[in-house]
């Protein structure tokens, strides 16, 4: 059976009503909670306090559709998009949630009756992995739920112990993954080539017991709870019997509007992805009040913003187009989300000024590029020339980054930094003749909008993008 995105989003939220949670809006993207959080990374996140037993609702199991977004911090998924089948910068979870109320035994059952039952999805085709150390769970899945001890596995912490950030809730975790079939590459969860993409994780079933603090030291939260995150469009792909989240009927149609703009039907174009995958993240952030600037959020959201217009570059678009994406994604997501078909203008608008910043310094930025790699030598993009891009021509490391990686080249970051420092050093020597200053100022004036940027942004950017 097809369902739609809609469909499945709604099936989920209706089920866990049924039992007895309640229906909770997804929170924005930017915690209104947590300074140590750049973006929403998970359902939890806006029941961070409830964990922690901070502050008490009127539930005790609640279920959420939330929207996420992945392009930073501890979970960073931007260097994943458009490479693999499975990975957005913004996407949907869909989640349960126990405050102190049901834990492992309820939490596993809803999930294998909900997949199994409800959706109907053959066993044989759902593998199970469990933190190595918890006999528990392991006892619940191959003794009460009975599955197959051949598609089940033990894991070690970096993928079965789930932790929010480097502080907050965390726990050991139960994932499910789903087996797409020979055809795909990649090995079973646990396997040394298990980063193929035919084993997808679908659905991580988190025993919320910790607390974790800046020192790392764990200590019991008050209650054990339960915390679950689905994605939502990996689910989706199962359920339409299809491979990759870009062929789910959302992508396909948003892909349709990114093809009527660029001239072309070939959806599986890696850039006509990432251009559809941008636009959801960047028209959110803005939704939800990010506005793209040279520093921490904003920053983060023109670095997409710019990599979605490189992407277009590439596919022969020289005229603003991302913003014109807008009305597309609102006739996908703007029923679900109230807010994006309130502040669907502005988010075009604000996308629009983006573009025709970038037009220009993008175009010629790319000349300089397709020079310097014209003579080339070996395999590495020299420092001064990612210093040059970022600095005259706005590009930022990233947005290089992935250029470079389309044609197999490497980026000398330690170039990059040696640059940089000088850029400072020399700033830093200007700033002490102030006699100078009235000289300094105009030649400023003259200098491209791009620089000036902040030292510890600059930074955090490139620390960002290689954590
Ligand atoms: P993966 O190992 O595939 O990167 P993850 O272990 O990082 O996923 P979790 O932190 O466990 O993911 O998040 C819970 C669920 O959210 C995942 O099982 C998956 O279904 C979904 N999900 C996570 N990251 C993404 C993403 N970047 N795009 C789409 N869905 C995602
Ligand atoms: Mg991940
Ligand atoms: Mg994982
Ligand atoms: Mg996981």
């Excluded at 009127?58 to 458009?82: I, W």
């Excluded at 834990?103 to 044989?124: G, M, S």
């Excluded at 970022?390 to 980026?411: N, S, V």
Aim: glycine share 8%.
């Amino acid at each position: 059976m097809i369902r739609s995105v809609a469909d499945i989003r709604q099936a989920f939220l209706d089920y866990f009503a049924k039992q007895g949670h309640t229906i909770v809006a997804s929170s924005p993207l930017v915690p209104g909670n947590d300074a140590t959080l750049l973006f929403t990374n998970a359902g939890m996140v806006q029941f961070k306090e409830t964990f922690l037993g901070h502050e008490s609702r009127p539930y005790v199991r609640a279920t959420t559709a939330q929207r996420c977004v992945r392009a930073g911090g501890k979970h960073n998924d931007l260097d994943n998009v458009g490479y693999t089948a499975r990975h957005h910068t913004f996407f949907e979870m869909l989640g349960n949630f126990s405050f102190g109320d049901y834990f492992k035994r309820e939490a596993i059952e809803y999930a294998w009756d909900f997949l199994t039952r409800v959706l109907q999805l053959p066993p044989e085709k759902l593998w199970v992995t469990v933190y190595e150390e918890d006999d528990e769970a392991a006892d619940l899945w191959l003794k009460h739920i009975k599955v197959d001890p051949q598609r089940f596995s033990r894991c070690g912490k970096k993928d079965n112990f789930w932790m929010m950030g480097d502080t907050g809730p965390c726990g050991p975790c139960s994932e499910i993954f789903y087996d797409h079939g020979e055809a795909v590459f990649g090995g079973p969860p646990g396997s040394p080539d298990e980063d193929g993409d035919r084993y997808i994780e679908i659905w991580n079933l988190v025993f919320m017991q910790y607390n974790r603090n800046a020192s790392g030291q764990l200590t019991p939260l008050p209650r054990p709870s339960v915390d679950t995150g689905m994605g939502l469009e990996r689910l989706s792909a199962v359920l339409q019997k299809v491979h990759s989240n870009y062929e789910i009927d959302l992508f396909q149609h948003l892909l349709a509007a990114v093809g009527e703009l660029a001239g072309t039907s070939d959806y599986t174009n890696s850039s006509m992805r990432v251009i559809a995958d941008h636009i959801r993240a960047c028209a959110f952030l803005i939704v939800d009040g990010v506005v793209p600037s040279n520093e921490g959020r904003g920053y983060v959201l023109r670095r997409i913003i710019r990599r979605a217009i490189r992407h277009g570059h590439k596919l022969g678009l020289r005229e603003p187009f991302f913003h014109q994406l807008v009305d597309a994604l609102d006739r996908e997501m703007g029923e679900a989300y109230p807010e994006l078909r309130a502040s669907k203008d502005v988010a075009r608008k604000v996308l629009l000024q983006e573009e025709q910043r970038f037009a220009d310094t993008l175009d010629q930025g790319m000349k300089v590029f397709e020079q310097a790699i014209g003579e080339l030598t070996g395999t590495e993009i020299p420092g001064e020339l990612i210093f040059r891009l970022y600095d005259t021509y706005g590009f930022p490391t990233d947005l290089t980054g992935d250029i470079a990686r389309e044609r197999g080249l490497r980026l000398d970051m330690d170039g990059f930094e040696a640059q940089m420092s000088a850029q400072r050093a020399r700033a830093r020597a200007a700033s002490q003749f102030t006699a100078d200053w009235s000289q300094n100022q105009a030649q400023s004036d003259l200098q491209s909008e791009f620089k000036g940027y902040e030292t510890a942004q600059i930074q955090a950017a490139v620390v960002a993008m290689y954590e």
